[in-house]
């Protein structure tokens, strides 16, 4: 049950920090490759890693996870910057959605030549096979298929129930445990979603001063079958 007294409010938005801390990570079967190739580190097969998964599967904790602990530089290479290479030469590399952007393909090939050079490392993720990347330059591709490609798959009912479980949390709120199972029965299979249905179901709460009920869990359900609520799944 909801934790939190009835009181009458006005719902503020602002952002909810997540516990993203290696220990917060809820590692399953989809994800354990991925978690493995960042946990192995620098024990790498090779100096570039690619984690492919999709939207809200977890790359990004990890690459933070990653950087954190390796000190890595984030980097842009929408376009040719000598400072990126410089930064490569100092140690490790991280590049976050590369699918999203318009990257300049020969930066980024000078970039693996650099960090294969160096010894470092580069961590990518993206939503997209490196494959799908529309790649025209011949030594680039050739360097992309000497990387190590890691799939995260969209995560099972098991997996969706304790992520809504912890997002609840982060929230400082307590779901009863049928709501989450008739949650996850209903909703789409992907983490971006169960983000943005537990956003909603807080949202609607907070502003109507209620408990989270099954009624109002189906309210916010027909809202995303209907497309009509404010849901974003980035």
Known sequence: MNKRPLTRQLPLEFEHDPASGRDDLIVSDRLSAAVSIVDRWPDWPSPVVILAGPTGSGKSHLASIWAARVGASRVDIGTADPMVLELAAQGPILIEDIDRTDFDQTALFHLINAVR???????????????????????????????????????????????????????????????????????????????????????????????????????????????????ELS
Do not use: C
């Open 117 to 231: 050079e160096h010894g470092s490392a580069m961590l990518v993720t993206t939503r997209l096979w490196p494959s799908a990347w529309n790649v025209t330059l011949p030594d680039l591709a050739s360097r992309l298929k000497a990387a190590t490609v890691v799939e995260i798959a969209e995560p099972d009912e098991a997996l969706l129930a304790q992520v809504m479980v912890k997002l609840f949390a982060d929230r400082q709120v307590a779901v009863d445990d049928r709501i989450i199972v008739y949650l996850v029965a209903r909703m789409e299979r992907s983490l971006a979603a169960a983000r943005a249905i537990v956003s909603r179901i807080d949202q609607l709460a907070l502003a109507r001063g209620s408990k989270i009920t099954r009624a109002l869990a189906a309210e916010v359900m027909a809202e995303m079958d209907a497309g009509k609520g404010d849901i």
